[in-house]
């Protein structure tokens, strides 16, 4: 079984068993319109008590990670109850870098101004295309984004 497949299977068994097992949840990018990332067999791990990922253990959270192995332009990444999204930190637009999402769940391109919501999606131009988004587990306060 592939790896891609294994997730998106366990990543549904896990949502119908409405979240019973604790701990361990996945969020595959196949549910939304966002541009999924086919999976080139690289993972990155980021501790949420580390520096710099402390807000991502609060609901709403949102930060914006530095240059990496999976994006040179790091990563934007928002946290919704246990799931954690992650986005390519690059407005699809022209390629600027983008904000962490706001109160309002808004995250801004610093070229032009576009606003992307907590879905990837762009709300206000001239990007009009979703955010490239990445397959990612949450095991406590470890993430691992698969990329
Ligand atoms: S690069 Fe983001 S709106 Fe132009």
Known sequence: MERREFIDITSKTICAC????????????????????????????FDLNEEGFQDLKVNGGSIVTPSNELESKGLLLYRNNEI????????THASYKLTPFNDSGLSFCVGHGAQFNTEGVPVT???????????????????????
């Not at 604790?22 to 086919?38: A, F, R, Y």
């Not at 954690?84 to 690059?90: C, L, M, P, V």
């Not at 131009?125 to 990329?147: K, Q, Y």
Request: overall charge negative; proline content about 5%.
């Open 18 to 45: 409405s979240l019973g097992v604790t701990g361990i949840l996945l969020k595959g990018c196949s549910d939304n319109d966002s541009m999924p990332v086919e999976p080139q067999g690289l993972e990155i791990t």
């Open 125 to 147: 131009g001239p990007a009009t295309r979703n955010l490239r988004e990445f397959e990612t587990l949450l095991e406590d306060d470890i993430l691992t984004v698969f990329g």
């Open 84 to 91: 954690i999204s992650a986005y390519a930190n690059r407005c």
